[in-house]
């Protein structure tokens, strides 16, 4: 009996895994309705075929359409606030400039005059134009010396024109003198010759030598008057011929 029983368990399970053996659970079970029913129940499961997966276009067609855009989209008021003004600094860079190159230009005539004033040869020359009596009658300076004309755009200082190269062998100056103040007076009968208004003169002094080891030879020295311009050599008259090199003096 149990025997039996285990063999209709296994053909059971056997045709209820076969799709096909479905309706026939009843030949087996005899009247068992539940049984009948279940199966029947599966088989119309298994039967029915699985739903068709829906088509990316199907889906694309059933899909409300999108929203425009302009719907969606709000605009925004943005406030546009004016760039500032920038201040045109063109003016101020060139008056920089001009002011800075002035400066500059100031500076380098102030020290090269400076060291042309200071030189023992510009002494030297200077020393001899004082102490002249031709020069002093020509100024109308009344047997007084002559001084430098001073410049207010140099505060006061004389100006030195020309150039002081010992090492390259050349000495070029020329500067101005006029007679001291209180010298007018009886200016005329001490120089007939000369004018009253006779104040202020020029001053030429040239030197070069030929190389290196070669002695300086003064090529010019003279005053002229620049009112009347009348002038004095006193390279014919002093009979100088050369500059010591080492102290400044004219020989």
Known sequence: ???GSGRFTSVLARELATPRAVLDVGAF?????????????????????????SSPSSSASNSPPPLSSNSTVR???????ELPKVPNTFPIL?????LALSSWAG??????NKEKLSSSIFKSVLAQVKASP????????????????????????????????????????SFKITKPSGSNSNS???????????????VYFTSIRAHKHAPFEILRFLVVNDTTGESVSLLDSQGFKSIDVESGDLL
């Open 75 to 81: 605009p925004t008021r943005t406030k546009r606030q």
């Open 134 to 173: 031709q020069v002093q009658q020509l100024l109308g300076c009344n047997a007084r010396m002559p001084v430098l004309k001073p410049e207010f755009w140099l505060a006061g200082a004389p100006h030195i024109r020309g150039s002081v190269n010992m090492m390259q062998g050349r000495v070029d100056l």
């Open 94 to 98: 060139v008056a920089t400039v001009v």
């Open 107 to 112: 500076f380098t005539i102030y020290a090269t």
């Open 29 to 53: 079970t005899g009247s068992s309705r539940g049984m009948q029913t279940s199966a029947a129940r599966y088989a119309s499961a298994l039967r029915t075929p699985p739903t068709p997966a």
């Open 188 to 202: 005329s009968s001490s120089n007939p010759g000369s004018t009253g208004g006779a104040a202020v003169g020029t």
């Open 1 to 3: 009996m149990v025997a």
